[in-house]
């Protein structure tokens, strides 16, 4: 019984992972050209590349500041309103 359990275990989730897995073969091949891509370009134009990576380089850097402001003030925020319950 343990075994024919098993079995149907097995079966059901090989069908219900099914997509999923081609879905992944998908992305991973997107990658991979991707990654083709990013060589050829890198191959013709370095210097285009690299000017590329330091602009998105300069956008994280942007994002993480405005990520950070965010979390100071909603701390803050939570604080008073942690204060203001207590009164």
């Known amino acids: 019984m343990n075994d024919e359990l098993l079995k149907s275990i097995s079966e059901l989730l ?20 991707l990654e083709e891509k990013m060589d050829t370009l890198a191959a013709e134009s370095p210097q285009g590349v690299m000017s590329l990576l330091h602009l998105l380089n300069k956008k994280l850097d942007e994002i993480k500041h405005d990520v950070e402001f965010t979390y100071q003030k909603t701390s803050r925020n939570e604080l008073e309103i942690n204060r203001l319950k207590q009164q």
Do not use: F, G, Y
């Open 14 to 33: 090989d069908q219900k992972l099914a997509p999923l897995q081609q879905k992944i073969e998908v992305v991973d091949d997107k990658v991979s050209r």
